[in-house]
């Protein structure tokens, strides 16, 4: 109980740290923010999910008697909470189908709640900005313009107003909620990767590594989905949040897209290259990362993988 309890403060400790580190608002701080869940996922993963609760008691604690309330409840909302639960998920395990069997959480269902979480996440900050569709976008053109004006140098023409600024804000305070989803669920995933891959080094990870390629999210996801966007089309705030959840839908959905095309070019020459071409598209333009999202989509719809399996036939055995 005393090593739970220490592997908890060392690694709230650390989220901490590495949270606080967006106030001093430079791009290293920021990308060491966005790794501020991954101690407390290593040490639910590695100990368990005691010592993430630990963690994260202990690093809210630290930040709100330093810094206040609004890093207490930023912390507990955005960081501490989800990564207790996608830690404590990844855990859970069930006998199979024999005795010596288990069956442990799947991977596609993490998914699937890293892309929940990254709608709650967001649901909890847009009443921050305001409590209806016009006040939240205010609020959000607000901030944009006065970020612009940050940015101008003095003794030049006022840039949010000039039309082509407005228009850039405009589509800003359109895209910036379901860009913000898309972003949390991204990073619950690679945040839950990264503590996989160091527990599993350093051997304290008791469910096996699982086939990352085979991944595939429940049924429900897809009728989740339709109704999401179905529900983006409402009035208000209501079609605002639907458009959020189609949004974290369509990244998870993005991740199965990838996981397909792992699978189905293992048995082509260049593999490397056709994937790194793939991750690379994504990265520069964006854009491409729907045609992973329709992939994966398709896959759940025509069981691409297992087609393709059939077809190939059971692998050669060495002689």
Do not use: C
Request: charged content about 10%; overall charge positive; aromatic content about 8%.
């Amino acid at each position: 109980m005393m090593q739970i309890v220490l592997v908890g403060l060392g690694a709230g400790a650390a989220a901490a740290l590495l949270f606080a580190s967006v106030a001093s608002g430079s791009i290293i701080a920021t990308l060491l923010f966005y790794l501020a869940p991954l101690p407390i996922l290593i040490a639910a993963l590695g100990w368990s999910h005691r010592a993430a609760v630990v963690a994260v008691l202990s690093a809210a604690g630290g930040l709100a008697a330093i810094l206040g309330t609004y890093f207490f409840i930023a912390f507990l909302v955005g960081v501490g909470a989800p990564a207790w639960w996608l830690g404590y998920l990844a855990l859970l395990a069930r006998p199979g189908g024999t005795p010596a069997a288990i069956e442990w959480y799947p991977i596609g269902r993490l998914v699937l709640w890293a892309a929940v979480i990254g709608t709650m996440v967001v649901a909890v900050v847009i009443p921050t900005f305001g409590t209806d569709k016009e006040s939240f976008q205010a609020a959000l053109r607000s901030a944009f313009e006065r970020a612009v004006r940050l940015q101008t140098a003095p003794g030049a023409p006022t840039a949010p107003d000039r039309p082509e600024a407005q228009r850039v804000i405009d589509i800003l305070v359109l895209a910036i909620p379901p860009a913000a989803a898309v972003l949390t669920t991204l990073l619950n995933v690679i945040n839950l990767w990264l503590a996989g891959r160091i527990v599993k080094v350093s051997g304290r990870l008791r469910r096996p590594w699982p086939d990352l390629s085979t991944l595939a999210l429940p049924p429900l996801a897809s009728g989740l989905l339709a109704a999401a966007i179905a529900g983006s089309f409402l009035p208000d705030l209501a079609g605002i949040l639907a458009g959020v959840l189609a949004a974290s839908l369509f990244m998870a959905y993005a991740l199965v897209g990838f996981a397909v095309l792992h699978a189905i070019t293992r048995s082509i020459g260049n593999r490397g290259l056709a994937l790194g071409s793939a991750y690379a598209a994504v990265v520069m333009f964006g854009w491409p990362i729907l045609g992973m999202s329709l992939l994966g989509l398709a896959d759940g719809a025509f069981d691409i993988r297992a087609r393709l399996a059939r077809k190939r036939g059971p692998p050669t055995l060495p002689t």
